[in-house]
Nanobody
Framework: VQLQASGGGLVQAGGSLRLSCAAS????????MRWYRQAPGKQRELVAG???????NYAGSVKGRFTISRDNAKNTMYLQMNSLKPEDTGVYYC??????WGQGTLVTVSS
């Protein structure tokens, strides 16, 4: 059972990135799936979540800019990030059911 995060990179402020979290050994459709991020020197924080019924929630700092989604056929969760800001820089982690973590993917937003 594992989560594999990908899609991070270096982007200029105002740009976009899409993160992916591919799951194996579990179904993203059956679990509460979340994206967290950890900026340098800061605690890990919740960015967005999607429940098994499709309900979504977002941190206030990303609401209106980020969109969480999933593709059940591909068993993959996504985070579309638009209008990126330097303060969005950090390592982004996907999480399933509070206990399973992906390895993280680095997002760097330059000003």
């Amino acid at each position: 059972v594992q989560l594999q995060a990908s899609g991070g990179g270096l982007v200029q402020a105002g740009g976009s990135l899409r993160l992916s979290c591919a799951a194996s050994g579990l179904l993203v459709s059956d679990n509460l799936m979340r994206w967290y991020r950890q900026a340098p020197g800061k605690q890990r924080e919740l960015v967005a979540g999607i429940a098994s019924d499709g309900a979504t929630n977002y941190a206030g700092s990303v609401k209106g800019r980020f969109t969480i989604s999933r593709d059940n056929a591909k068993n993959t969760m996504y985070l579309q990030m638009n209008s990126l800001k330097p303060e969005d820089t950090g390592v982004y982690y996907c999480n399933a059911g509070y206990v399973l973590w992906g390895q993280g993917t680095l997002v760097t937003v330059s000003s």
